[in-house]
T-cell receptor, first 116, second 112 residues
């Protein structure tokens, strides 16, 4: 089945140690998103790629970076994780299918990040 | 910025009861989405609404896109224990920024 896959499901990292979360998709969607979700809150958009164009949210800390080497993969890099960065990180995709019809958003299962 | 007001914040119901939750917005959306999120999982799309006035069903779930394009509701009929979770509404303007605006969620508890 076409889907959005996030790895790993659980990630433990040390305070200040760089960490990378990955997302892959088989939907061939042109837009990929990264969201941060803290307990009992709605997901918060960090940034998204429209094809190769990177779109950062104004309030996303510089500590968060992203890479999209190709259509299928997108990475979230946290350069120096702090205790406040512990959260669920969700990847999502969206796109269009013929006839022009919005297709998405589809979320991955998320990566639960713990900072120790 | 755009905000969605989702209510109620939480619901405690008995198995078999019907459930209704809604979202309102101060601005217009051209797409409304309803998601369910189980603990430790990502949101799963339940229903997508694309036209004002549209009424769509998915099994025991029914959702409507308000005529003003500023609101939507989700109904669940004959609730079962596996309906437990957090339900999020989300608004989207396709062809624009493609950004989802989420409601704060409705936490549903179903007592057997």
């Amino acid at each position: 089945d076409a889907m959005v896959i996030q790895n790993p499901r659980y990630q433990v990292t040390q305070f200040g140690k760089p960490v990378t979360l990955s997302c892959s998709q088989t939907l061939n969607h042109n837009v990929m998103y990264w969201y941060q979700q803290k307990s009992s809150q709605a997901p918060k958009l960090l940034f998204h790629y429209y094809d190769k164009d990177f779109n950062n949210e104004a309030d996303t800390p510089d500590n968060f970076q992203s890479r999209r080497p190709n259509t299928s993969f997108c990475f979230l890099d946290i350069r120096s994780p702090g205790l406040g960065d512990a959260a669920m990180y969700l990847c999502a995709t969206s796109g269009y299918r013929l006839p022009v019809r919005f297709d998405g958003y589809t979320f991955g299962s998320g990566t639960r990040l713990t900072v120790v | 910025g755009q905000q969605l007001n989702q209510s109620p914040q939480s619901m405690f119901i008995q198995e078999g009861e019907d459930v209704s939750m809604n979202c309102t917005s101060s601005s217009i959306f051209n797409t409304w989405l309803w998601y369910k999120q189980d603990p430790g999982e990502g949101p799963v799309l339940l229903i997508a609404l694309y036209k004002a006035g549209e009424l769509t069903s998915n099994g025991r779930l029914t959702a409507q896109f308000g005529i003003t394009r500023k609101d939507s509701f989700l109904n669940i009929s004959a609730s079962i224990p596996s309906d437990v979770g957090i339900y999020f509404c989300a608004g989207l303007n396709q062809g624009g920024s493609e950004k989802l605006v989420f409601g704060k969620g409705t936490k549903l508890t179903v007592n057997p």
